[in-house]
């Protein structure tokens, strides 16, 4: 008899307690970190996944994004540990940027590595792709989905870029992997690394002759309008972004809502990797007129001209794929070489 009624009331207290304890661990908001806004695919891909997820999940989960990566007062290099740290709950990152921590990412800073948008494709939609997010879980950071910033083209305020010759002494914001200082160096110019957020008054200055970023990022921050008005389109590097909950989050959540999260990451990632690349598939697309609209002169370079540059940054690409690790960068190539 006591021990029935024992029994019930155990069963009675799993019964009661269980959903109780599960909806306890839900923050009234789940921070997301990104560098740009809604004005660029990337801040528009970030509001996507965020609005996604309420839907999904009837409000269950509720993220609001800080773009300008300003829950580390703008140091997007410091962007990877504040999520494993607890500081930012989500983010949408960019590779660039979790390259100090995360030493792999910087597979795709591999100067030439990538030479089409079929080529990001068969890295991070194949085993490479794998490889990297099993990577970044083993720091306890949970990748759901990929996405794309984009090829960085390089642009100038005082001449046209041709040659490697036409880089001599200028001198180059670049972003914060030491990678880039490296490729740059290579080339005769003169790179010093800030952040996003230093960049732009460093432009407006002339404190730096120039700068790489996607194309969506030049326009949508009106580069034009602080003197750059040289635009070389080489496509020496390209950055993914990759969506991501902190671990501790991600097991504070219901296996369904785990799963409403990540089918948003991939819709969201999706969407907004078609966005990053609209208008831009040809040479003759529609954004490049855009901007020499705006008064920039757009030069493209021939395969015999981006060759030039492949070889100066050759050793480069040597010397980093020994950090990144040469299997993996072998299996980039392969898969690049294999790309349908
Ligand atoms: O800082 C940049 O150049 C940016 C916005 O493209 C990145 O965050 C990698």
């Not at 671990?247 to 409403?260: I, L, N, P, R, T």
Request: hydrophobic share 45%.
């Amino acid at each position: 008899m006591v021990k029935t009624l024992f029994a019930a009331a155990i069963a009675a207290a799993f019964t009661v307690s269980l959903p109780a304890v599960a909806e306890q661990k839900y923050q009234p908001e789940y921070r997301l970190s990104t560098v740009l806004g809604t004005a660029f695919p990337w801040g528009n891909g970030g509001q996507r996944w965020a609005d996604l997820v309420k839907e999904k999940t009837q409000g269950r989960i509720n993220i609001k994004m800080y773009p300008g990566t300003s829950l580390v007062a703008g140091d997007q290099t410091r962007e990877f540990t504040a999520i494993r740290q607890g500081v930012i709950d989500l983010a949408v990152g960019s590779s660039i940027n979790w390259s100090p921590q995360v030493k792999e990412l910087n597979l795709f800073s591999l100067p030439f590595l990538m030479p089409d948008y079929r080529a990001i494709d068969a890295l991070t939609k194949g085993e490479v792709g794998r490889d990297l997010f099993k990577i970044i879980e083993k720091n306890g950071v949970v990748p759901l989905a990929w996405g794309e910033n984009g090829f960085r083209e390089i642009s100038n305020s005082k001449r046209e870029i041709r040659t490697p010759a036409d880089m001599k002494g200028l001198k180059f914001r670049v972003v914060g992997s030491p990678l880039f200082n490296d490729t740059f160096t290579a080339l005769g110019a003169n790179p010093t690394q800030m952040s996003w957020a230093d960049a732009q008054p460093a432009l407006a200055s002339g404190a730096v002759d120039g700068q790489e970023n996607p194309i969506s990022v030049f326009t949508g921050a009106k580069i034009h309008a602080v003197g750059q008005k040289y635009l070389t389109v080489w496509g020496y590097v390209a950055d993914p972004l990759i969506f991501v909950v902190s671990g501790k989050v991600w097991k504070s959540w219901s296996k369904a809502d785990q799963e409403a999260v990540r089918a948003a990451a991939i819709e969201a990632g999706k969407d907004e990797t078609a966005l990053a690349r609209k208008g831009l598939t040809s040479a003759n697309s529609g954004i490049y007129k855009d901007v020499a609209a705006l008064g920039v002169k757009v030069t493209h370079l021939t395969p015999a001209e981006v060759d030039v540059f492949r070889k100066l940054t050759k050793p480069t690409y040597d010397k980093w794929s020994k950090t990144i690790g040469t299997d993996l960068v072998k299996k980039a190539e392969v898969a690049i070489a294999a790309r349908k």
